[in-house]
Every structure is written in structure tokens, then in C-alpha cells.
């Protein structure tokens, strides 16, 4: 039997407005008013200050807080919110190269909501961390990116107690918390801070942690390497932990790979489940390898580049030392952020490979932790 349509008197109504909508239209721009639009609103400055995208930093103050580790402090150009723990990039022309590395906020977040000021600490370990600490000069300015990463209390996910592992440089991040838990823009959980160095003099901000430990939800534990009265000697182990540390918690570690493997041991021994331990990946640094070099050729929108690509280093390293900007935030194959399209050629991806199943379908990679095997021919999006 055929279908027979019905006509609905809603829907010849719905064809007269139709036929309405020019004239509508028109009518109600001539009436409308002629005064400009607001050129910001409450909804677009608050996006500005959750979302800045790049800022000016200019370098306000350099000191050193242990041995080899040295805080700096920039005014930023824009107001700044994030979760401590978070980490920004700091990019600046190094010679001939253009390099940025990340590293994690010291600072709280009302300095960098308030203040715009907003507070690095680095240890000299590498290129840019020397270049930092032996060259940078105050009123330098530098690019900074970010803020980025997930190294923040989560109360959905995380319990209300956080144990802190913290190995040299890693204290950075737990400052933060330290602070922003003080100073009340963070709440909802206890820090118990377990800090390991060789020996005393290398405990970094020692009076200021000393006195943040006695807020009643802080507490810090230091472990030193060498023997001192008053300290526990040795390694933040499960003995440590299972003297000083509280029966449930959620576990963050920021320090040397070594380091984070062996807490991961020990926490484990503990009964801890994966869920509850959270470490801060580290930046893939050179591989030993044959010293050979390859022709690395990058497609940017319309432009072409041809630059030499050593298998010692990733391919992030080879773009930054030829001075092409590419995209970069936590160089250790986890973010996502530098993905790259391989054209053709051969690499190998250190540290695992972390890449989303799409990307790795359609042949993406991220050039901050692979190496060249062969000539490569890639396409990068531009650094915005």
C-alpha cells in the first residue's frame, strides 16, 4: 500500500515563516544599534588567563639555592592560572639554535594569577640548563608556553594524603604544592614531602620548607645520602616510607630516572596499586649509538628545509639546532604536543612509545623522542 502525506497545518506555518526571514533580517539591522561591540567581555579575559598560550618572561632574578641548582624569577606579560605541579616551556636563541626545555613551576599560583610572576628552578644537567645558568642575565627575555601536564592533586582521583618523592631538581614541582597549599589556592589534601640529596648543604629552599612544615597539613622528611645526625641515611626506600609515611596515599615522584624506578619498586613492595603512583616523565637526552648523520628534510605549510639529523640525538634536537621552531612541551613522548607526519624514512622511538593508535596508523610520531635511522623526510606543523 503507497504511503499517503499528510499535510500539517505546523508545517505550512514553518514554509510562511521561512519566506519571512530575509525581510526579518533586514529589519532588524536597520533597527539595530550602531554603537561597536564590546571589544573584550568576562567570558574572553578569563579564557586569556586559563589558556595564555605564549608569554613574554623577563628574567627579574637569578640565584642559586643549592649546589648547581638555581632559581629564576621572570615577570610574565599576562596573568597566569594553573594547578601546581604544572610545567611551562622556556625557549631562547642559544647561538645559531632556537631551544626550549620544560621545567616545572616553583612559584604559587597567585604569583602568577596576581603577581605575573612565576618562578623556575634549574639544575645544570644539559645544553640549555648550562646555557641558563652560566649566560642568562637579568632583564633577558624569554619565551615561555604552557602552563601544561597533570602532576596536580586530583580529589576525584587521588586520596586525601599525597606522599611527595622528590630527588634532587624534582623538589620544584612539591614547592608548589607547598606554597599554594600555604597560601590557600590549593586545599582538600596533606602533603608529607620526602626530599633525597647527598648531603645537607644540597637540600634546596631548606629554611622556607622548614618553616612550611609547620602548617599542620605539610610535613617534610629529608634523606640524605650521607651520614648525619639527625637524618636518615640512605634512599627513600619502604622502610622509610613505612615508618614516616601515612597507611593510605597517593603517590607523586619527580627526580632522575633512577630514581623514580627505584621509588616505583619500593612503593610497589608497599602494596601501592599503579593508580596511585603518578611520576614526572623526564626529557629523552642522547642515545649511544654509531655517530653517523642523516639528511633530515622538513615540510612547514609552504616552506622546505634541508638540515644534517645525528642519530646521537632526537629529531626535536635536530630541528632546534638548525634554528627551525617546532612545536614542544614535555620531551618525553607523552603529551603529544610536537607530533610530526613521517613522510618516509626510519626512526627509533626511546623511552616507549606513547603515541595515540591513530597517530601511529597514519604515521605520526613525536620527534622529541625518536632518533633517525636513515634520511627522513617529515612534515611539522608550524610553532604558533
Known amino acids: 500500500m503507497a504511503y499517503k502525506f499528510k499535510r500539517q497545518i505546523f508545517s505550512f506555518l514553518d514554509l510562511i515563516r521561512f519566506t519571512k526571514i530575509v525581510p526579518n533580517r533586514k529589519k532588524m539591522l536597520e533597527e539595530g544599534s550602531s554603537a561597536p561591540l564590546p571589544a573584550t567581555d568576562d567570558v574572553t579575559e578569563t579564557m586569556k588567563v586559563l589558556h595564555p598560550g605564549h608569554m613574554k618572561g623577563t628574567l627579574l632574578e637569578k640565584k642559586e639555592v643549592a649546589p648547581g641548582f638555581y632559581s629564576f624569577l621572570f615577570a610574565i606579560d599576562k596573568p597566569l592560572f594553573f594547578e601546581s605541579g604544572s610545567y611551562v616551556t622556556l625557549g631562547h636563541e642559544v647561538g645559531t639554535s632556537y631551544v626550549t626545555r620544560p621545567y616545572a613551576i616553583a612559584s604559587s599560583p597567585f604569583d602568577a594569577l596576581r603577581e605575573k610572576r612565576i618562578e623556575l628552578m634549574i639544575k645544570k644537567a644539559g645544553f640549555f640548563s648550562t646555557y641558563m645558568i652560566e649566560e642568562a642575565k637579568v632583564a633577558d627575555v624569554f619565551d615561555i608556553h604552557g602552563p601544561f601536564g597533570d602532576f596536580s592533586h586530583e580529589s576525584l582521583r587521588d586520596h586525601d594524603d599525597v606522599v611527595a618523592l622528590a630527588g634532587g631538581s624534582g623538589i620544584a614541582p612539591f614547592i608548589s604544592m607547598a606554597r599554594s597549599l600555604h597560601e590557600g589556592s590549593s586545599s582538600g589534601y596533606r602533603l608529607h614531602i620526602f626530599y633525597g640529596t647527598k648531603t645537607l648543604k644540597d637540600i634546596a629552599c631548606k629554611d622556607e620548607l622548614d618553616a612550611l612544615s609547620k602548617e599542620p597539613n605539610i610535613d617534610v622528611t629529608y634523606v640524605l645520602e650521607e ?158
Open 227 to 384: 651520614k648525619t645526625e639527625g637524618y636518615p641515611q640512605g634512599y627513600i626506600d619502604r622502610k622509610i616510607l613505612a615508618e614516616k609515611a601515612p597507611k593510605t596515599f597517593t603517590a607523586f615522584i619527580s627526580g632522575p630516572n633512577q630514581m623514580i624506578a627505584f621509588a616505583r619498586e619500593e612503593l610497589a613492595a608497599l602494596g601501592l596499586e599503579a593508580k596511585d603512583i603518578i611520576a614526572e616523565p623526564n626529557p629523552i637526552r642522547d642515545r649511544p649509538s654509531e655517530g653517523k648523520s642523516y639528511k633530515l628534510t622538513v615540510h612547514i605549510q609552504d616552506k622546505v628545509y634541508e638540515v644534517e639529523a645525528k642519530d646521537t640525538e632526537t629529531v626535536l634536537v635536530a630541528l632546534e639546532r638548525a634554528a627551525i621552531k617546532a612545536p614542544s612541551a614535555c620531551r618525553a613522548g607523552g603529551c603529544g604536543y610536537c607530533h610530526a607526519r613521517l613522510i618516509k624514512g626510519k626512526f627509533t622511538i626511546w623511552g616507549g612509545d606513547k603515541r595515540r593508535l591513530a597517530d601511529a596508523k597514519f604515521g605520526y610520531f613525536h620527534p622529541c623522542v625518536s632518533f633517525p635511522d636513515s634520511d627522513l623526510e617529515i612534515e611539522v606543523p608550524p610553532a604558533k
